[in-house]
Each structure stands twice: as C-alpha cells, then as structure tokens.
T-cell receptor, first 113, second 109 residues
Framework: DVKVTQSSRYLVKRTGEKVFLECVQDMDHENMFWYRQDPGLGLRLIYFSYDVKMKEKGDIPEGYSVSREKKERFSLILESASTNQTSMYLC????????????FGEGSRLTVL | AQRVTQPEKLLSVFKGAPVELKCNYSYSGSPELFWYVQYSRQRLQLLLR??SRESIKGFTADLNKGETSFHLKKPFAQEEDSAMYYC???????????FGQGTELSVKP
C-alpha cells in the first residue's frame, strides 16, 4: 500500500514562530509537492521538488521555504508564521510521468494564533 | 499562464439525477487532465484521468480541446457521490500539477 505520511495532523503555533511540516513517501517518487487547501480557493501549489535538492516555486511561495535533502522526504518551512498561513497543508508525490497519479498525505491542519 | 477553473463552488442534486461538474483550463500545449475526489474525512485521491478514457464509479470525462473543457459527468447520481471534486492539469517541467478551486457535490436522498 503506497504511502505519503505527514508528521503532524494538527498544529497550533503563535505568530512569529518557525514551523516545520514534514512529509515522507515510500514510493521512490522523484516529484514531491506542497499544496495549501482553503475553502473556495481549492489547492494552491506552494513549492514542488523534482529531485533531491531541486525545487521550484509554485503559485504562492511567499512566506514559505522547502528542503529536500533525501529523495523520500520533503519539508515545508514557515520561517515566521502569520495568521494568514492558517490553513490545511497537503503533501503529495508522483513519478516522472505526466499522466501519473498524484498520491496525497492526510494533511496537516495548521492554526496560527 | 496555466490555469484551471471550476465555476461552481457547490452543486446540489437529488439522487438519480444527472450530474455535470464543469472544468475549463488554460494551457497552450497538449494538456494532461485529471479529476480528483475527496470524500469526507479521507485523503484526496485520483478519480480518473483523460488519457485512460475510462469510467470510474459511473463517472466519465471528455476532453474538448476546442472549448478547453474537461467536464465530469454521471448519468445517475448516488448519495455516496457526495464529496469535493477537483479538476487538475499536468504539464511540463517535472510534472507540475495545478488544481481548480473545487466543486462540492451534494446528492440528496
């Protein structure tokens, strides 16, 4: 059974704190993604990585950074959390085929107070 | 720029009625299109992809390049179809995948 695992299901942080969201996949996928899911806005791509140490900005990268030191792990970092970053964060992975399925984690719900 | 638009936030139908969830895309190349679904308290999962030309759970979707659309259809909706549906576009550069705003389908008994 393929798996994308996000380390935290629920987090509550204070404004200005540094936040790490971790994601691990066990499918040996080259591509990994971080999306933000908000009602009425759908899924918006924050960053994606197509190889170890390689990354590309998505549509809403401001206020976020990422790290991919190993193929199976992709981390999302909020350097200084703000209230407008309260959201559901989804990690996903897929292989190199353009028609390949995207596999999602269960999501991390972040609340910034 | 590449874009996926789902014009309806909410679609409410009665059981047994036909359903059509609209999706329009903007992409100058040859698109790869998908529908993903999220049932209550479950993770997002693939429903179908246009290249497969398959019917999944009674749903079909046809790519219309002239109208740049990929609408999802089902002739007879069931209550268990109630979920959030997202249309997605995959394009070059490592398989980047972008999504529309989502449509919530509610099937009433």
């Amino acid at each position: 059974d393929v798996k994308v695992t996000q380390s935290s299901r629920y987090l509550v942080k204070r404004t200005g704190e540094k936040v790490f969201l971790e994601c691990v996949q066990d499918m040996d996928h080259e591509n990994m993604f971080w999306y933000r899911q908000d009602p009425g806005l759908g899924l918006r791509l924050i960053y994606f990585s197509y190889d170890v140490k390689m990354k590309e900005k998505g549509d809403i990268p401001e206020g976020y950074s990422v790290s991919r030191e190993k193929k199976e792990r992709f981390s999302l970092i909020l350097e200084s959390a703000s209230t407008n970053q309260t959201s559901m964060y989804l990690c996903a992975s897929r292989g190199t085929s353009l028609t390949g399925e995207l596999f999602f984690g269960e999501g991390s719900r972040l609340t910034v107070l | 720029a590449q874009r996926v638009t789902q014009p309806e936030k909410l679609l409410s139908v009665f059981k047994g009625a036909p359903v059509e969830l609209k999706c329009n895309y903007s992409y100058s190349g040859s698109p790869e299109l998908f529908w993903y679904v999220q049932y209550s308290r479950q993770r997002l999962q693939l429903l179908l992809r246009h290249i497969s030309r398959e019917s999944i759970k009674g749903f079909t979707a046809d790519l219309n390049k002239g109208e740049t659309s990929f609408h999802l259809k089902k002739p007879f909706a069931q209550e268990e179809d109630s979920a959030m549906y997202y249309c997605a576009l995959s394009y070059n550069q490592g398989g980047k995948l972008i999504f529309g705003q989502g449509t919530e389908l509610s099937v009433k008994p």
